[in-house]
């Protein structure tokens, strides 16, 4: 079993920054990826971004030249790097970690007011 904690959300300004973390801790045999997905009011979740072992980012268009993605495999941490946030980007962001079986974090509040 995989236990998800994830800290870094919060309130911000338009324009501002916010670093989220997710941290990964329990028995698993390797961790194949890990990233991050988000869900605003009325929206299906998305992916934001990911990073797989040993394997290119991804990001979606819309956060492309804002956010980074890193990990930090001796501690199988993930970050999410979130610069010149917009409104549009206030959603609840959930880390997901890919091992045998895909798990999600219970999310992270992130809301940026204009």
């Known amino acids: 079993q995989v236990h998800l904690v994830e800290s870094g959300g919060g309130l911000v300004l338009a324009g501002g920054s916010l670093r989220l973390s997710c941290t990964a801790t329990?028995?698993?045999?390797?961790?194949?990826?890990m990233g991050w997905y988000r869900q605003a009011p009325g929206k299906q979740r998305e992916l934001v971004a990911v990073i797989p072992s040993g394997g290119d980012t991804n990001y979606a268009d819309s956060v492309k030249g804002r956010f980074t993605i890193s990990r930090d495999n001796a501690k199988n941490t993930v970050y999410l790097q979130m610069n010149s946030l917009k409104s549009e980007d206030t959603a609840v962001y959930y880390c997901v970690c890919v091992s045998s079986v895909q798990y999600w974090g219970r999310g992270t509040q992130v809301t940026v007011s204009s």
């Open positions: 329990g028995s698993f045999f390797r961790i194949n990826a």
